[in-house]
């Protein structure tokens, strides 16, 4: 099987080189570049055609928000995988808007985050607990603000608005909540192939590219 490559963006010399070094010595990961902000995180990816880019959130001349829509935007094959020190809402749900595949903190262990990498590389969209915590806090939030009064409609009537069955409802919602396909097998009692079956419906019918983007069109349309 043939390495997952990957570009390293950082704009802190210490850290990009760290994680560079970290990396290359992980199995089945090989890093080809490393850039010191997204207009050369862009750059670089157009040159070396990354599986992965290991985006820095943060940098001065373009930060890694906007270089994550550009190089989604530029190389659809290329996925983005936010790597910060900041686990802020407002910034994780913008990368997350902008195409990124996932946002880790950068307190993960070497090991796991190349794993991350492979993954992500896999289509696996990978979210740090605690991020997907907050983001959890945050609906919550929004409910004792008012602001998802339309939780209170009936299921069906939800489930409609939304052109998704009742089922798919549920699904939806625990995705929000960060659940993996067996959490929400053990959670509805039927198996994790109809929950994938459920989530390919869900992806279908709402046009959502993941299940990342399904968690936010659920926090945005206050369904959780």
């Known amino acids: 099987m043939n390495d997952v490559t990957v570009l390293v963006v950082d704009d802190q010399r210490l850290?990009?080189?760290?994680?560079?070094?970290?990396?290359?010595i992980q199995e089945g990961v090989r890093v080809v570049g490393t850039a010191v902000d997204g207009q050369e995180a862009i750059?670089?990816?157009?040159?070396?055609?990354?599986?992965?880019?290991?985006?820095?959130?943060?940098?001065p001349v373009?930060?890694?928000i906007m270089a994550t829509a550009r190089i989604r935007q530029q190389l659809p094959g290329c996925q983005v995988l936010m790597l910060t020190t900041f686990d802020d809402e407002e910034y994780v749900i913008r990368s997350l808007q902008a195409g990124a595949s996932g946002y880790l903190l950068k307190d993960i262990p070497a090991a796991d985050l190349a794993q991350a990498v492979r993954?992500?590389?896999?289509?696996?969209?990978?979210?740090d607990t605690a991020v997907a915590g907050k983001l959890v806090g945050m609906l919550g939030q929004w409910r004792g603000e008012g602001k998802g009064t339309a939780v209170a409609a009936p299921p069906a009537a939800l489930a409609k608005q939304h052109d998704i069955t009742e089922r798919e409802l549920e699904v939806l919602r625990l995705i929000a909540t960060g659940a993996t396909n067996r959490e929400i097998a053990d959670a509805l009692v039927v198996s994790e192939g109809t929950v994938k079956n459920h989530v390919s419906n869900i992806l279908s019918r709402l046009g959502l590219r993941d299940r990342i983007q399904a968690a936010i069109y659920a926090l945005e349309n206050q369904l959780v």
Request: charged share 15%.
């Open 62 to 64: 373009m930060d890694g």
């Open 43 to 59: 750059a670089q990816a157009q040159q070396h055609h990354p599986d992965v880019v290991l985006m820095d959130v943060r940098m």
């Open 15 to 24: 850290i990009r080189e760290g994680i560079a070094s970290l990396l290359g």
């Open 119 to 127: 993954l992500t590389h896999a289509g696996i969209n990978q979210l």
